[in-house]
């Protein structure tokens, strides 16, 4: 079965632009969370999905992020007026009780 | 203050060699996870466990719940095993705490 997708692979943008980043999940998978990893660093925990309960947004660094998922099923990051340490790449996870299935994620890089 | 560490930072090794990858966490848990990432690639998660052992092929992960550490052994290694290997714990919460994670490469 297909894996969890995200999109566009790679993105280049301005600084001060918005961009938006997307997740699919794998079919069936109520957990959705979305990481940050920059350069050298380890992975940063920024909003989790569960179900239809409200979203833990504890990880956003600012209020330039934001994230909806809809349906249940597709997300998609928002960061606006992004900012050159916004550059990262941004991964998207989903699964079932304590498991995590990633994405391929998303290279961000802010002019 | 992280609640995950990782040894060593980077690793090198001979093919063949049998490697192990330490984790220590510091809040009581109800899963640990090892994680691989290649160069360039995703993250594949190998191991999820909330005690005692697991093998899949040459890979074997243990953890000790009441000392709150985990390690990852990689017998017969080869250079296909280079990576980095990150751990992550998940608390009651919704989050999980990650590593930064143990570069190894191994030398053919």
């Known amino acids: 079965g297909a894996g969890v997708s995200q999109s566009p692979s790679n993105k280049v943008t301005e600084k001060g632009k918005d961009v938006e980043l997307r997740c699919d999940p794998i079919?069936?998978?109520?957990?959705l969370y979305w990481y940050r990893q920059s350069l050298g660093q380890g992975l940063e925990f920024l909003i989790y999905?569960?179900?239809?309960?409200?979203?833990?947004k504890s990880g956003l660094p600012s209020d330039r992020f934001s994230a909806e998922r809809t349906g249940g099923s597709v997300s998609t990051l928002t960061i606006q007026r992004t900012q050159q340490e916004d550059s990262a790449v941004y991964l998207c996870a989903s699964g079932v009780f304590n498991e995590q299935f990633f994405g391929p994620g998303t290279r961000l890089t802010v002019l | 203050k992280n609640e995950v560490e990782q040894s060593p930072q980077n690793l090198t090794a001979q093919e063949g060699e049998f490697i192990t990858i330490n984790c220590s966490y510091s809040?009581?848990?109800?899963?640990l996870h090892w994680l691989q990432q290649h160069p360039g690639g995703g993250i594949v998660s190998l191991f999820m466990l909330s005690s005692g052992k697991k093998k899949h092929g040459r890979l074997i992960a243990t953890i000790n719940i009441q000392e709150k550490h985990s390690s990852l052994h990689i017998t017969a290694s080869h250079p296909r095993d280079s990576a980095v290997y990150i751990c992550a714990v998940k608390p009651t919460g919704n989050q999980f705490y990650f590593g930064t994670g143990t570069s190894l490469t191994v030398i053919p």
């Open positions: 809040v009581g848990i109800s899963a």
């Open positions: 079919s069936g998978h109520t957990a």
């Open positions: 999905f569960q179900g239809n309960s409200a979203p833990d």
